[in-house]
């Protein structure tokens, strides 16, 4: 990679003409690429301090089959970033999704390096040669009208109860890890000849249909870019879509034209809950809501009660309360 310094007045340069409202200060940037990476380990560092000067929150992962991520700050901030990434020719090419948001989306930031930058735990699966054929958004209605296709969410449940494409099977996993075993015992995927997978912006939809094709699948099919690309595209009155789609940042969810949803985020389990859910006896603002709430400890509530109390104390006196860096103590000699 090059030098983060230099991209930076890159980025101011570029700022201006994003076509971002005016009105919108943090712009939000969803990347991911599949690409050996046996460096992977030593890029964290520079990509962190790249991130910290411009003041870019959000997550990174790293791991030797690619990059996956989502990053939020000043528009010229994130645009330094995505020009400092791309200064490695195998990222040259490195796509990304962009929204806007009057409020910033992410309060922390974390370069991780892992295993996998999307787990399913199967060996040995390599979107990049495997993956399935991509279907372009204007497409995608096209695909979901052929009778002979089996068409399927590979989101997590809570996702999928947010909102999904019309006749998708919900394969109801928890994780992701758990869709090989549902894809090995699933009669419905055997029952036509061809097999269509979504997710949110694309990346799990590339591993799950790798891993579908390695394990004899002819034809497989995926929705490029994700939900995100078709509600930004396809106009709501030709939408297929229903609901809204949760997102993994602060905005919670989106609609159409990527415009932020009503849904928020239970602040204990990190799942989302509509205004029908808030009217649950189990949904305690910050501690529980009904999905959680059976498994919280008494000790627990009273922890995130506390933290919701200090919370609102910073809120009544204008000051951070959440992303505010920790200063660590000397230990007294």
Request: glycine share 6%.
């Amino acid at each position: 990679m090059g030098k983060c310094a230099a991209i930076f007045s890159f980025g101011l340069r570029s700022a201006g003409a994003t076509g971002a409202p005016v009105m919108s200060e943090f712009l939000t940037a969803a990347l991911y690429k599949f690409v050996a990476l046996p460096d992977y380990a030593s890029l964290r560092q520079p990509l962190l301090a790249c991130c910290q000067q411009h003041e870019v929150k959000g997550t990174v992962l790293l791991a030797a089959e690619g990059i996956n991520g989502t990053i939020a700050g000043p528009v010229q901030g994130v645009r330094a970033v995505l020009q400092f990434l791309r200064s490695d020719p195998r990222f040259a090419d490195l796509a990304h999704k962009e929204s806007y948001s009057p409020k910033p989306p992410f309060y922390r930031l974390k370069v991780r390096l892992k295993k996998e930058i999307v787990t399913l735990g199967v060996p040995g699966i390599d979107p990049s040669t495997l993956a399935g054929t991509y279907v372009k958004a204007e497409d995608w209605n096209r695909l979901l009208d052929d009778p002979d296709v089996v068409v399927v969410d590979v989101r997590n449940e809570y996702e999928v109860a947010a909102g999904t494409f019309e006749r998708a099977l919900n394969p109801h996993t928890r994780s992701f890890s758990e869709l090989p075993e549902w894809v090995r015992n699933e009669p419905a995927l055997r029952a036509k000849p061809k097999v269509a997978m979504f997710c949110t912006g694309g990346i799990r939809c590339e591993k799950s249909t790798a891993f579908l094709r390695s394990a004899g699948f002819a034809e497989v099919y995926h929705l490029q870019g994700g939900i995100l690309k078709y509600l930004e595209t396809v106009p709501p009155e030709q939408s297929r879509w229903q609901g809204e789609c949760f997102v993994f940042d602060e905005r919670v969810s989106v609609v159409h034209g990527l415009k932020p949803g009503t849904l928020e985020l239970c602040r204990s389990c990190r799942q989302p809950v509509s205004e029908l859910d808030k009217q649950s006896p189990h949904y305690i603002d910050g501690v529980s809501c009904h999905r959680c709430v059976a498994t919280k400890t008494e000790a627990q509530k009273r922890s995130r009660m506390e933290r919701q109390k200090q919370m609102r104390l910073a809120r009544e006196r204008n000051q951070p309360h959440i992303g505010v860096p920790i200063v660590k103590k000397a230990k007294a000699e």
